[in-house]
């Protein structure tokens, strides 16, 4: 059996923070703004994970609140996940993700990006793929002020 899971993550852009996106530190004089260390891609793919198992969401698992998580590293939070998704018997089948984004292009990035992420996941590059698009200028992610990503993700059931 098959289930379909989506996730959906925004963060605001602020100077002096490093921009993590897929695990990976983007060039930018700006960075995500978060209790944690503000990967959006990493926690949309987390969301349609968890939303896919019917396992909650980033913030059940993860308060937001809780001392535990500050500064957390996203891709520690997304393993621990994954680790559970297994130990369930559930197997991804894929992921695919947009992520919104004015400025740095993510071209440059890209490759590497599915390769950390497919890394991360235990698949192999194919099954992740990342698309990339920016606001054409308009709203607060055009004009810079957040960084977003929506995902998708399918997972296979045990039965
Ligand atoms: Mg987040």
């Not at 695990?23 to 891609?41: M, N, T, W, Y």
């Not at 947009?98 to 992420?117: D, G, H, S």
Request: hydrophobic share 45%; proline share 6%; glycine share 12%.
């Amino acid at each position: 059996m098959n289930r379909i899971g989506q996730g959906f993550d925004l963060h605001r852009l602020v100077p002096g923070r490093p921009f993590l996106l897929g695990g990976i530190e983007l060039e930018a004089d700006v960075g995500p703004e978060g209790h944690s260390d503000g990967d959006v891609l990493l926690h949309a793919i987390t969301d349609a994970l968890l939303g896919a198992a019917g396992l909650g969401d980033i913030g059940d698992w993860f308060p937001p609140g809780d001392a535990a998580y500050k500064g957390a590293n996203s891709a520690d939070l997304l393993a621990t996940v994954v680790a559970r998704l297994s130990a369930d018997g559930w197997r991804i089948e894929n992921v695919d993700a947009t992520v919104l984004l004015e400025a740095p292009k993510l071209y440059p990035y890209k490759a590497q990006i599915r390769e950390r992420v497919a890394a991360l996941l235990g698949l192999t590059v194919d099954r992740v793929s990342l698309k990339a698009k920016t606001m054409e200028r308009l709203g607060p992610i055009g004009q810079g002020e957040a960084v977003a990503a929506m995902t998708s993700a399918l997972l296979k059931s045990p039965t």
